[in-house]
């Protein structure tokens, strides 16, 4: 198969482009390398013969028809998106603009490609979005794949409206979609603006280690490598149009997550004191949900796929790559936004 990959310089992205090309399919990569992009992070297959890079952009249609005609793709697997809930609250226009308008620009360019190709059922439009969309859960309770949308943030709200293009250009135009809504990921080479590679880089630097209210919000965590296997089962196999709720079943307090990783970095980078002693409470962000959790059984059920890496082995697995990856990491931290509190505008 030969896959279009938006946004596959990103943290997800390129756990599904490197896994892509390990397993023989044909990746097209496109990306604008924004802020938050390191080609770094797909240099073990850049030399493969099944992989090609475009530098794009998806608010740009002329350019995006010009890589469907080049490449031809039987697929689509779209990830570009801004992401961070915390610039989303400085600067919506942005949201608006990349996961909105280049969501439209991807619908439209890969339904031109598809109506030129003789509309095959085999093309498949997967559009990758997030468990953000559905709000805020109390102490019990999990979404499901019918569980009414409620977004909270600027973010959410962009990856609402994307999903509700594709899944509208299924029902009018007939592309054959799939949607993937995922929880909390972390992992290797995941962009130092996120909780869990903050919180590493601040231990490691004497820094205070910011934790937002009392730490109290719950999030189920998602190995990145267990996304990026699923993504892939549900390109290969999931239904069209159908979605499909991908959680790592790992929920655990911010707080609780923290105080792990202090630990780990206690056991393998032992300092002068715990770590633990550098967290400091902040703030709460403005509309911080204050609990997600994801009820993957329709992917398990009719996929049979469910998540390898428990949240012990996976923090453990990404504290050791952060401490052997320092010049990955040394090289992001002069890119805006880093290391500074975002998302205090209101």
């Given amino acids: 198969m030969k896959i279009l990959v938006t946004g596959g310089a990103g943290f997800i992205g390129s756990a599904v482009v490197r896994l892509a090309v390990a397993r023989g399919h044909e990746v097209v990569n496109l990306d604008a390398l924004t802020y938050a992009a390191c080609l770094d992070n797909v240099a073990e297959v850049a030399d493969s013969p099944l992989y090609a890079f475009e530098h794009a952009d998806i608010r740009d249609r002329a350019t995006l028809d010009r ?28 949201f608006v603009e990349t996961n909105v308008t280049g969501t439209y620009n991807m619908l439209e360019a890969a339904r031109a490609h598809w109506i030129h190709a003789g509309r095959p059922d085999t093309f498949r439009f997967h559009h990758i979005s997030t468990d953000e969309v559905y709000g ?20 959410s709200a962009s990856k609402a409206a994307s999903d509700h293009l594709v899944r509208a250009w ?24 996120k909780l869990i590679p903050v919180v590493i880089l601040n231990a490691l630097a004497g820094q205070p280690i910011p934790v937002y209210g009392r730490g109290e919000n719950v999030r189920d965590w998602l190995f990145v490598e ?80 469910r998540p390898s890496v428990t949240l012990e082995e996976g923090l453990r697995r990404t504290v050791r790559w952060y401490l052997d990856n320092e010049g990955w990491w040394r090289a992001l931290q002069n890119r805006a936004g880093v290391g500074q509190r975002l998302g205090t505008g209101t």
């Avoid at 780990?264 to 967290?279: C, K, S």
């Fill in 67 to 94: 890589v469907f005609a080049a490449h031809r793709p039987d697929a689509v697997m779209h990830l570009a998106a801004e992401s961070h809930v915390d610039r989303s609250i400085d600067g919506p226009g942005a």
């Fill in 136 to 155: 805020s859960l109390g102490a019990t309770g999990k979404f499901t794949e019918v569980t009414p949308y409620d977004p909270r943030s600027p973010y």
């Fill in 170 to 193: 299924h029902e009018t135009y007939g592309l054959p979609v799939v949607l993937t809504n995922c929880s909390n990921n972390y992992g290797p080479f995941h962009f130092p603006e």
């Fill in 226 to 305: 267990d996304h990026a296997d699923a993504l892939l089962t549900v390109l290969t196999r999931g239904r069209s149009g159908r979605s499909y709720n991908i959680g790592g079943e790992n929920e655990a307090r911010n707080i609780d997550l923290v105080r792990t990783i202090c630990a780990l970095l206690d056991e393998m980078r032992p300092g002068a004191a715990p770590y633990a002693g550098q967290i400091a409470f902040v703030t709460d962000r403005p509309g911080h949900d204050a609990r997600y959790a994801i009820d993957p059984g329709r992917i398990r059920e009719e996929l049979g796929w």
